[in-house]
């Protein structure tokens, strides 16, 4: 539920400036505004080493916590010296390691005898590379020695009496031999985990550092929302205005009558940037935060919460398309709502979405008698019991009614399908038998046509609610509105196909096309007339708007595509594991559908989202705002 945001002034006593903040930053319901030219109060140096030490932390094993009074400064010191020793080690270690590998070719020679050679034997000792198998005359010379070749290069080791270049030759500096860059890589780790032992045992402060981070970070509120007000008369008194949602200001109003502070509504001025408030319980405090993961509502906007929560449990739900899924899904919610019994707050809301899509996910699979892809027999309860099944049978007896194109081609392809006027009988007799296995071909192609159907149908609907709900800002929507419905009845005809509309709602296919045809361009015309009407000449743009409405509704095909591309899947790891041995096939059957499984949440969430942030928001939903942030406690683990 959206709240409208008030703006208000406050004016109080001098004396009371620093009890008011306190008292509002307590009760958590007053925004302060900050003025124009009030510089920005920046976090301090200490909150900021707070903050990147409990970062450290929180990637470490969790232990025992200290509860006791702690020297924050001293620990946060520790931490942030020993994750930078860390951190320096592990570049030196990928230094040492490139060393290595760069000089390996010339193997674990003595340093000492080096030094003999070049101080005793007044010689120079050069190292070279060359491309491989790369004829120089130098290799003739007697100061020039082969090694070894690696990495499509070959080495040389030069020794003479002074320093020399060798023609198509890269001189190379070697400072350490592979055995003693071996021990100073295995002393480094070494370092390495004795630093990380060490700062392990520092993990016991994390609760500790983060509750002082959290009176540090109230204190820097405080500070800053304090800064915001300004001093008329003398200093005598104190001025600030900020932003208090409606269902706020009784508490308000009590807050200053006990402060003895003047409190005023002021209007909204045009270059003032409202915040908004969503003031969601329950199931619809999930919607909101599906919502916030896009953007925020504008102070125009609706609230979509509902909407958008309960379009995608559908959505994620015809994606998944296996109600068996939906069972795993279910078992793994309750695991974690016992394992985890006191979550709460955002953790908690997570859980009860799983609960929500889990149960989206086993009632379309029972709608569409899917179940971890297993292929049910026509006489099959669960498949009967369906509503995909009773839509397939409503479609199989317009065919066989109408004795249309597709009833003709299915009978040439089955003629055991002729002269059977019943649907059921007709979808069993349009089917062929594969090493004893019946395949019911007629019925899976009716059943994905409709699958098809439906989700275009979803589409047209789910567009429609968007442009309803944004109809006062877009009145070009009627039109729109209009259209989608004129498109959705007229198309069929010229594809020579049927829609669910027709074979359960009864309505004639010509004669529907005919009304559609008059709808579209009715719609059209209506929305152009609106869009001038609302937005002058620049109206008249609104026609170009056919394009991006028809291609948003076809957007929808993902749901049947995705959904059939999981069925598939499933269906295939089936049928590869029931044609191995036991052991092997349950092995196949159970990686195979893991990987679908993960698969198909991918694509669920992505595309289920997707359909309502950018289809559906298209047509109801500005963005842009920002979140209604009140002076606030934080709160301590």
């Not at 709240?3 to 406050?10: I, R």
């Not at 031999?177 to 780790?189: C, D, N, Q, S, W």
């Not at 270059?271 to 969601?280: A, E, F, G, I, R």
């Not at 999981?566 to 349950?586: E, R, V, Y």
Request: aromatic letters at 8%; charged letters at 25%.
């Amino acid at each position: 539920m959206r709240v409208n945001v008030k703006k208000y002034l406050f004016i109080g006593a001098k004396e009371d400036h620093e009890a008011f903040f306190r008292r509002a930053q307590a009760k958590g319901i007053i925004e302060f505004i900050k003025p124009e030219a009030t510089e920005k109060f920046e976090k301090s140096p200490e909150i900021e080493r707070l903050i990147s030490a409990i970062k450290i932390l929180r990637g470490l094993p969790t232990t025992e916590q200290e509860e006791n009074d702690i020297d924050d400064e001293d620990i946060v010191s520790e931490i942030l010296d020993l994750h930078n020793d860390i951190e320096d080690l592990v570049e030196q270690r990928r230094m040492l390691r490139q060393e290595r590998a760069r000089v390996r070719a010339f193997g674990n020679f003595s340093l000492d005898d080096i030094a003999y050679i070049e101080n005793d034997g007044k010689r120079t000792v050069q190292y070279f590379f060359a491309k491989k198998d790369t004829a120089h005359r130098e290799l003739r010379a007697k100061d020039m020695i082969y090694v070894d070749s690696a990495h499509g290069l070959d080495y040389y080791i030069s020794i003479s009496k002074k320093q020399r270049s060798y023609e198509g030759m890269v001189e190379m500096y070697v400072e350490k031999p592979v055995g003693r860059l071996r021990k100073e890589l295995i002393m480094t780790i070494r370092h390495t985990r004795e630093k990380e032992r060490e700062l392990k045992t520092l993990a016991r402060y994390q609760s500790a550092l983060y509750d002082v981070l959290v009176d540090k970070l109230n204190g820097h509120n405080l500070g800053a929302s304090q800064g915001y007000s300004q001093e008329p008369i003398e200093d005598k008194l104190f001025a600030v205005t900020g932003w208090v949602a409606k269902n706020n200001i009784p508490a308000l109003e009590i807050l200053a009558k006990k402060m003895a502070v003047h409190i005023e509504e002021v209007a909204i001025e045009k270059n003032d940037s409202v915040p908004t408030h969503l003031n969601n319980h329950g199931i619809s405090r999930i919607g909101e935060d599906l919502v916030n993961i896009y953007d925020t509502p504008s102070v125009i906007d609706k609230d979509p919460s509902k909407w958008v929560l309960w379009s995608f449990a559908l959505f994620f739900a015809i994606i998944i398309g296996d109600g068996g899924y939906g069972l795993i899904f279910l078992a793994s919610t309750i695991f974690l709502k016992i394992k985890f019994p006191k979550i709460e707050g955002m953790g908690k809301r997570v859980v009860n979405l799983m609960a929500i899509l889990s149960c989206s996910c086993i009632l379309w699979g029972a709608m569409t008698a899917s179940f971890f892809g297993i292929e049910t027999d026509i006489d099959n309860p669960i498949r009967k019991a369906s509503i995909i099944q009773a839509a397939v049978e409503k479609k199989t007896q317009y065919h066989i009614q109408h004795r249309d194109d597709v009833y003709m081609e299915i009978v040439t392809k089955f003629p055991a399908t002729a002269n059977i006027t019943d649907a059921h009988e007709f979808l069993k007799k349009g089917a062929t038998v594969k090493e004893e296995k019946v395949s019911y071909d007629v019925m899976k192609n009716l059943s994905d046509t409709i699958r098809m159907e439906l989700a275009l149908l979803i589409g047209v609907i789910h567009i429609i609610m968007s442009f309803m709900r944004g109809i006062r800002r877009n009145w070009a929507g009627s039109g729109w509105i209009l259209f989608l419905v004129g498109a959705y009845l007229y198309f069929p005809l010229q594809l020579d196909a049927i829609s669910l509309v027709h074979i359960v709602g009864g309505i004639d296919i010509v004669k529907g096309a005919e009304a559609g045809l008059h709808l579209i361009w009715g719609g059209i015309g209506l929305a152009a007339l609106l869009a001038i009407a609302q937005r002058r000449l620049m109206g008249i743009l609104e026609i170009t708007n056919v394009i991006p409405v028809f291609s948003d509704v076809l957007s929808y095909l993902r749901l049947y595509a995705l959904g059939m591309a999981g069925a598939m899947m499933s269906g295939t790891f089936n049928d590869i594991g029931m044609s191995m041995a036991l052991i092997p096939g349950i092995a196949v059957i159970v990686l195979g559908h893991g990987i679908n499984i993960v698969l198909s949440i991918m694509g669920g969430v992505i595309h289920g989202l997707r359909l309502n942030f950018l289809e559906w928001y298209h047509y109801s939903f500005e963005g842009g705002g920002k979140r209604l942030k009140p002076l606030s406690l934080l709160k301590k683990k």
